[in-house]
């Protein structure tokens, strides 16, 4: 909400300055849990702090036709920059220690900053503060339903998507130790093969971004989840399968599970009051990191309750259950006057 009183640039460079000092701080500091918590959850401010200033920068922009691809664009080099740094840190650990390892990818974070400063500069984006609203959280944001069914739709998306994130590794694991491999071979192939499966399917919101400027935001929304939905429900019954098939479902299902993340965020842009933007961002954002931060815990309870054999095919189906929810709010939010101001009227 910060960005309601304040310009959006000012923001965005103060947390990528922080995050990056979390990153430097922790190879050098970290010793404990404790210690090693305290100093990730600066790193994850700031990380909080870049994301969704950033997405409103964009959407700012590009208030034209492109807004949903632009968006999209932002999206995907997020998603991308993550996998590409989980694979890196696996190439870096088995050549050196850990802190060494970090101190490298953290050297290479802290360019960030710089990058932000130098393109910020020479934007003409809108002064974020102009409106020099009250400062603080709005929570009246609230009331307006149409927005409200698209931060609900962005939860049910976040659900599904972080459960994926979580538990696809896993069950690629234990696909292999039930075609015949030993632990460690399975740990390392299917941790591997999860990593770059996830980094292809980064494209993906950038490409749900376009589509959804083309067909509508609650049309591609819809469509999109569909797909994902029917991989939630089928993926977890697949532990025997063929390893191949198993692969082939699990592409589909990545590309698709990230494929509408920056949709939401888009349309969320256009529905909420631009003098309380900053507040229905942030608690956009919020509901959505939530719902992600409790799926992969309820997936792992009732795999614990079911045992291995029913586990991983009712955990995952809880995030088609998840995308059957979505398709329905986004009819409904389709059906309601609002919806025509997402996408050049194409709702």
């Not at 996830?198 to 509508?216: C, E, H, Q, V």
């Amino acid at each position: 909400p910060l960005t309601d009183r304040f310009p959006g640039q000012s923001i965005l460079l103060a947390c990528s300055v922080a995050a990056s000092i979390g990153n430097l701080l922790f190879p050098l500091l970290a010793q404990e849990p404790v210690s090693a918590a305290l100093i990730r959850v600066l790193y994850g401010a700031g990380v909080v702090g870049i994301y969704v200033p950033g997405t409103r920068i964009v959407s700012e922009q590009f208030a034209g036709p492109n807004r949903g691809k632009a968006v999209g664009l932002y999206v995907t080099g997020f998603y991308l920059a993550t996998s590409l740094s989980l694979i890196f840190s696996g190439a870096l650990l088995g050549q050196f220690s850990w802190r060494f390892s970090y101190w490298i990818l953290a050297i290479a974070s802290a360019i960030g900053p710089i990058l932000a400063y130098a393109l910020l500069k020479k934007m003409n984006t809108p002064d974020s503060g102009t409106s020099r609203s009250t400062p603080g959280l709005k929570l009246t944001v609230l009331r307006n339903r149409a927005a409200r069914l698209m931060m609900l739709g962005y939860s049910l998306h976040a659900w599904e998507l972080y459960l994926m994130r979580m538990w696809f590794a896993p069950f690629l694991v234990a696909v292999l130790v039930s075609n015949g491999y030993n632990q460690e071979v399975a740990s390392t192939v299917g941790s591997t093969t999860a990593g770059f499966i996830m980094t292809i399917g980064a494209i993906g919101p950038f490409l749900g971004g376009m589509l959804s400027d083309r067909i509508g935001r609650t049309g591609a929304a819809s469509l999109i989840f569909s797909i994902s939905g029917l991989c939630s429900f089928g993926l977890g019954w697949m532990l025997e399968a063929p390893w191949l098939m198993v692969l082939g479902v699990g592409l589909v299902y990545s590309f698709f599970v990230g494929f509408d993340s920056s949709v939401y965020t888009t349309a969320v842009t256009e529905l909420a009051d631009p003098r309380s933007l900053g507040s229905s961002l942030a608690l956009h954002s919020f509901l959505g990191f939530g719902a992600g931060m409790i799926s992969p815990i309820v997936f792992g309870v009732i795999q614990d309750a079911t045992g291995p054999a029913h586990g991983w095919g009712w955990g995952f189906a809880t995030g088609g259950i998840a995308a059957v929810g979505a398709v329905a709010a986004m009819l409904i939010l389709r059906s309601m006057p609002e919806s025509k101001s997402m996408a050049n009227g194409k709702r």
